[in-house]
């Protein structure tokens, strides 16, 4: 690809589109006219209605026998004016009067007598003046019933504290800006999103659709470029006006809000304006793949139809489905939890919500926005399948849709990089709302079920589906018996230094106890025998995984990337398969190691022998079937987290490093296999 | 500009098309064969006309041949580079013009010629020289800094006929380049070919109208039902149809499909 020729088209785009007046007015006249014109004519007209409001008397009918006692209570109110219509509940109805009082009973009977007399104001909760009359007939009778209430107290001798046994007073201790960021919490992130896609929206059809329907596109193609040179080109436009129009609508909410608090300031004086810079880098940060992912999802959607119009109809469901997850995340009470980081669109929402308000946990931010990217990369990869098909690109009189037929793909021997994404998605999907679930429910039958059901079944349904040769792909071979040599020097040397490495991370970044409790339980379920714990923890992730990562991702990555950066991309996806952060590090150092083993070996069980030695390791070293000899060493070193002695991890790198060698050695050559 | 051509304008053919074939796909998901086992080339200096109804497969088989689609079988060389394989070689050496590639409304003539010289890989200095180079040829001038969209019917061909122009392609693929023109345009795009000829171009333009061709072309070809049914030169169609003008020539052909057992 020409970056070049990326620059040329983008730069070319960008004109175009700054030359569209829908753009323009989506990009600067929305934000910068509407929003001040909303908030400030909006507020004004509310402030006028309530001066109004507050200035004129309410009118207040009496429905009573003894009316007189009430117009005395009232007539030294200046706010309320009485009326004396004929039927006072229609003129209510027909707003010419705004509340009526009924008094029920014998007033002055029940006043003597000591006893509550009954009142009753009717109101219509739909009209601002007949609320405001209720509260003021309500001021009146509460200062009456004050008077009241202390002549009795006195008529009977009884201190007036005797009636208010407790003194609760309240009082806010939540500083200004909480007030302000809760509220913006809430507010912002929907209007953020809808505003990405608002800016997305024209540029996507009309360098997509619109471009087909003006027959411009067979112009371009016509050109030595590539459709992923134009593509590209295209999405940058689409992304940066996105991000644009949604940065220029965040400033433009901020500085509406920070003139209206300044007006507002006076009066309430519990909103300010001050957001902690870290939180504005974040939220900064996030904005990048969302924008990335919503533009990326509507470019693949336009470019399906035929004309603008067409695309206006697709895209706008889109735009609205955009709502949902936003406006979830706004209720109060949701917060952004574990499953919640991988909801695309509600993740950006909830965490910028919880930066508002409250400090969240890094691992969170990194998870949304390693999410969001992924999901963007998929919906960019969705959208350059679309553009390379000509019937879609070039279609003139009819749209069609983005064919999932197996026979629509083509054999081949390997995955694609995209085909590998999506498998490892899937993956990490299934294992986050179905995985966990299962795991909790059913305990050590999760883990079969995850390993198996989860991640085997679907990885081997996909790469059947597209056609890839699955003996390729997951590299079915078997190895040399050299290479079998090497591969147990290498376990030997690599399950010793992963366990050095693990007591040191616990030195860095301790594993949580009730995480290592959890694990503690599931590890050493007293019901399972040994040999069934070995089949489930070892062989199953041994088979199963390797499959996944060191099959289908690895056969998908290993033509795109040089070796140092398709080890580095399958260990971190391997390590965040392990979800935790605690095992994150550790799991992607083991996922480089057996990287490397497949793809030197050319064959995945490698791979599985090394992973099922390293785990095995693990369990024994849990359970009850460490020899008596070296317990007392196993309990010192790794239970009470002393480490190896610096001769056992010298002798644990010399090992692996001969392993390294042997591998090298008889690994086999391309031409062997 | 055309550095990268490999080989010898004199020497071989600059378009080579070998059994190409192109099928689509129905409205059922059945296969139609638009285009059917084309086989011909176009020597340097050569016009080659391309002659059929509506439907033919005239304009699939040129879209083809400039790579904007790929054929479903059959292969074909732009400059000796195979449009499969290389299709961004063979673009660079082709000029394509047909009713499908418009303009960019929102760009001023100029805008619109130096963008696609830059696709082409062409420096702004000689993109400027090529295009006032164009602009007086053509007599765009009153016109190059108005935006497309408010351009007249003929002043879009002249800006599209600079465009296949402006990096100096060997090989011109026109589909219809008159269609829809007034005579005064018509007689200047049509003297441009002529130019072009002369310049050694390969030209291959597909047409509706017979006295373009007659005037025009070297060699003829004609398409129905999505094959090439005859290729060859005027005269000699003439001859074999007893005919003396494509017209007549192009009907007789037809009807000798016609009586074609199916």
């Known amino acids: ?673 | 500009m055309n550095q990268e051509n490999p080989i010898d304008r004199d020497m071989a053919p600059m378009i080579r098309a070998e059994g190409l074939r192109k099928e689509f796909s129905g409205p059922k998901g059945e296969p139609v064969v638009a285009v059917k086992n084309a086989t011909f080339s176009v020597s340097a200096g050569e016009i080659f006309g391309l002659l059929g109804p509506n439907g033919a497969g005239k304009t699939t088989l040129l879209r083809m041949l400039a790579t904007i689609i790929q054929p479903t079988a059959g292969q074909c060389w732009i400059a000796g580079h195979p449009a499969s394989q290389a299709p961004e070689q063979a673009r660079r050496q082709v000029g394509f013009l047909s009713g499908n590639t418009k303009l960019y409304g929102r760009l001023k003539a100029r805008e619109m010629l130096l963008y696609f010289g830059r696709l082409y890989g062409m420096r702004d200095d000689a993109i400027a020289r090529r295009t006032e180079e164009l602009a007086e040829s053509l007599d765009m001038k009153p016109f190059m800094e108005r935006r497309c969209d408010t351009l007249s019917t003929g002043q879009t061909q002249k800006v599209s006929i600079a465009r296949v122009l402006l990096h100096d392609p060997p090989v011109l693929i026109l589909d219809e380049p008159t269609l829809g023109l007034d005579i005064m345009t018509s007689t200047a795009i049509l003297d441009f070919i002529l130019d072009a000829k002369q310049r050694q171009h390969s030209i291959i333009f597909s047409t509706h109208y017979m006295t373009e061709a007659e005037l025009l072309c070297d060699r003829v070809g004609l398409m129905y039902s999505g094959e090439i049914m005859a290729m060859d030169t005027k005269q000699r169609l003439y001859e074999e149809t007893m005919t003396d003008n494509l017209h007549d020539v192009f009907l007789a052909f037809v009807h000798r499909q016609a009586a074609l057992p199916a």
């Open chain 1, 1 to 673: 690809m020409k970056f070049h020729t990326v620059f040329v088209i983008f730069r070319k785009e960008l004109l175009d589109m700054l030359r569209d007046k829908r753009t323009l007015i989506a990009m600067l006249g929305i934000p910068i006219v509407l929003y001040p014109a909303l908030f400030i004519f909006g507020s004004q007209a509310a402030m006028m209605e309530r001066d109004r409001v507050a200035q004129a008397p309410s009118r207040v009918a009496i429905v009573a026998d003894q009316a007189d006692i009430l117009e005395d209570w009232l007539h030294g109110e200046q706010s309320v004016a009485l009326r004396y219509p004929g039927d006072p509940e229609a003129e209510l109805a027909a707003g010419r009067i705004q509340a009526v009082v009924v008094l029920e009973g014998d007033l002055q009977q029940d006043l003597e007598e000591g006893r509550a007399a009954q009142i009753t104001i009717l109101y219509d909760a739909t009209d601002t003046a007949s609320q405001e009359a209720v509260k003021r007939l309500l001021e009146a009778f509460n200062a009456r019933e004050a008077d009241l209430l202390k002549t009795r107290l006195e008529d009977a001798g009884i201190p007036a504290d005797f009636v208010n046994p407790l003194e609760v007073s309240r009082e806010n201790v939540a500083p200004s800006t909480r007030t302000t960021q809760v509220v913006l919490g809430m507010l912002m992130p929907p209007l953020m999103i809808v505003m990405l896609g608002i800016g997305a929206f024209y540029p996507a059809i009309d360098l997509t659709a619109g471009e087909k329907e003006r027959g411009t596109f067979e112009t371009l193609l016509s050109t030595p470029t590539s459709s992923y040179e134009i593509l590209s080109g295209k999405f940058l436009t689409v992304f940066i006006l996105a991000l644009l129009t949604g940065l220029t609508n965040l400033g433009s909410m901020v500085a509406t809000f920070a003139f209206q608090l300044a007006q507002l300031q006076g009066d309430m004086g519990v909103f300010e304006l001050r957001l902690p810079i870290s939180s504005v880098v974040v939220v900064i940060l996030a904005l990048l793949p969302l924008a990335f992912f919503i533009s990326a999802v509507m470019m693949s959607i336009a470019v399906l139809a035929r004309s603008f119009r067409e695309a206006q109809s697709l895209l706008t469901p889109f735009l609205l489905i955009l709502l949902f997850p936003s406006g979830y995340a706004a209720v109060p009470s949701v917060h952004l939890t574990t499953s919640m980081q991988f909801v695309p669109i509600a993740n950006f929402a909830l965490l910028f919500k919880d930066l508002m308000t409250s400090q969240v946990d890094p691992q969170s931010i990194v998870m949304v926005l390693l999410s969001t990217t992924v999901y963007a990369c998929i919906a960019l990869y969705v959208a350059a399948r679309i553009f390379r098909r000509e019937d879609v690109v070039l279609s003139e009189d009819r749209g069609l849709p983005l064919t999932l037929r197996r026979s629509f793909f083509r054999p081949r021997a390997e995955p694609t990089p995209g085909i590998a994404l999506f498998i490892f998605t899937l993956c990490l999907l299934l294992l986050f709302y179905v995985g966990t679930y299962a795991q909790s429910e059913l305990a050590v039958w999760g883990i079969v079920v995850t390993q198996w059901g989860l991640f085997l079944l679907p990885t081997l349904l996909v790469l059947w589906y597209v056609r890839v040769d699955l003996r390729n792909a997951l590299s079915l071979r078997l190895p040399p018996a050299g290479v079998w040599l090497a591969t147990l020097v290498i376990a030997v040397g690599w399950a010793t230094l992963s366990l050095q490495f693990s007591v040191w991370q616990q030195k860095i970044l301790p594993f949580p106890e009730d995480l290592a409790k959890q694990m503690e339980e599931l590890i050493g379920l007293g019901n399972q025998p040994f040999w069934f714990l070995i089949l489930v923890l070892a062989l199953s992730p041994a088979i199963c995984e390797e499959v996944v990562f060191r099959g289908a991702v690895l056969s998908g990555l290993r033509r795109h990337l040089p070796w140092w950066a398709l080890f580095l991309c399958v260990g971190i996806a391997f390590g965040v398969a392990h979800i935790s952060i605690h095992r994150m590090i550790l799991t992607a150092l083991s996922g480089i190691l057996l990287t490397y083993l497949v793809w030197r070996s050319r064959s995945i069980f490698p791979g599985m022998l090394t992973h099922f030695l390293i785990n095995t390791t693990g369990i024994v070293l849990q359970s009850e079937h460490v020899p008596e000899s070296i317990q007392p060493f196993v309990d010192r070193t790794l239970k009470e987290e002393q480490g190896f002695p610096w001769w056992l991890i010298a002798l644990a790198a010399i090992v692996c490093t001969a392993g390294i060698l042997l591998m090298e050695r008889f690994r086999p050559h391309r031409e062997a296999t």
